[in-house]
């Protein structure tokens, strides 16, 4: 069993910074690419970044520049640096990793953490 565990949400005033971390745990061979997707009441849930293993990276266009995606192979871990917030950010912000275990190749979700951004 691989489970994702998050934490680093919260509230935030427009302009400020949060930092996500979200662990991976479990009978791990290999971890593919790790990811941090964001939904929005009444929204569709949206990919905000993601990073293979070897370190590629990509993002959504309204967090370019703003946001940083990593990862710690060796802790199995991908933090989201989330810089200049705007109110437009908040929503509920999901860890997915495409994780080789035990059980095959499968994709894990972490159970979500709110970011808020607000005066």
């Known amino acids: 069993q691989v489970q994702l565990v998050e934490s680093g949400g919260g509230l935030v005033q427009p302009g400020g910074s949060l930092r996500l971390s979200c662990a991976a745990s479990g009978s791990i061979f290999s971890i593919n690419y790790m990811g941090w997707y964001r939904q929005a009441p009444g929204k569709q849930r949206e990919l905000v970044a993601i990073?293979?293993?070897?370190?590629?990276?990509d993002y959504l266009d309204s967090v370019k520049g703003r946001f940083t995606i990593s990862r710690d192979n060796d802790k199995n871990t991908v933090y989201l640096q989330m810089n200049s917030l705007k109110p437009e950010d908040t929503a509920v912000y999901y860890c997915?990793?495409?994780?080789?275990?035990?059980?095959?190749?499968?994709?894990?979700w972490g159970q979500g953490t709110q970011v808020t951004v607000s005066s």
């Open positions: 997915n990793a495409r994780v080789r275990s035990g059980l095959g190749l499968n994709d894990y």
């Open positions: 990073i293979t293993s070897g370190r590629n990276t």
